[in-house]
Nanobody
Framework: VQLQASGGGLVRAGDSLRLSCAFS????????MGWFRRAPGKEREFVAG????????DYGPSVKGRFTISTDNAKNMVYLQMNSLKPEDTAVYFC????????????????????WGQGTQVTVPA
């Protein structure tokens, strides 16, 4: 199983950015995918999660309404569309995959995820 995140960069407040995560596994349809982030000096934070089918999504409270997670089954890609970016969104963003279906609070718990990609830096200067 491999995950490769990309798409980070330096943007202005109010701008949009789309992160991508290339996911490879023998059978992808059973996985739950997630995005987390870690800002300097802070704990890792749940950003968004999605079932591979796209039938269910979940978002962290600080990004709800601004970020959208999606999958492209044909390309084995997971995306995080980030709109109305704020300086507090500055962080390293990680994509993650859980082999098991998640429910309830487990969506937002990093230990629920089995595989992690390398991070991609998003910087939104104040």
């Amino acid at each position: 199983v491999q995950l490769q995140a990309s798409g980070g960069g330096l943007v202005r407040a109010g701008d949009s950015l789309r992160l991508s995560c290339a996911f490879s596994a023998r059978t992808v349809s059973t996985y739950t995918m997630g995005w987390f982030r870690r800002a300097p000096g802070k704990e890792r934070e749940f950003v968004a999660g999605i079932t591979w089918s796209g039938s269910r999504t979940d978002y962290g409270p600080s990004v709800k309404g601004r970020f959208t997670i999606s999958t492209d089954n044909a390309k084995n890609m997971v995306y995080l569309q980030m709109n109305s970016l704020k300086p507090e969104d500055t962080a390293v963003y990680f994509c993650a995959a859980s082999y098991l279906a998640l429910s309830g609070r487990s969506w937002s718990v990093s230990s629920s995820y089995d595989y992690w990609g390398q991070g991609t830096q998003v910087t939104v200067p104040a």
